[in-house]
């Protein structure tokens, strides 16, 4: 199981509004900044939709995690297909 999130609005401009995980999330922000040519180094350098976000000129990646979760909602669990066992 893994639990599931919306974000709110300020992070659905970067990552949409769909239900998803937090893994998700965090590879969708990556996807936008990649998109927008906004990584450099350790570093994303925040365009309009991150600064609203963020509130700073860059942000580094280990920054990321927290400022995803604290704009994500949760809104339940999901069941995740695991690999079989090998015993």
Do not use: W
């Amino acid at each position: 199981r893994k639990k599931t999130y919306t974000a709110d609005s300020v992070l659905a401009q970067i990552i949409g509004n769909e239900t998803m995980t937090r893994s998700d999330a965090l590879r969708k922000f990556y996807e936008y900044a990649n998109e927008h040519n906004l990584k450099s180094n350790r570093l994303i350098q925040c365009d309009a939709n991150l600064l609203a976000l963020t509130e700073k000129d860059e942000i580094h990646f280990n920054e990321v995690m927290g400022i995803v979760s604290t704009h994500l909602k949760e809104v339940g669990t999901t069941l995740v297909a695991t690999k079989p066992r090998k015993h």
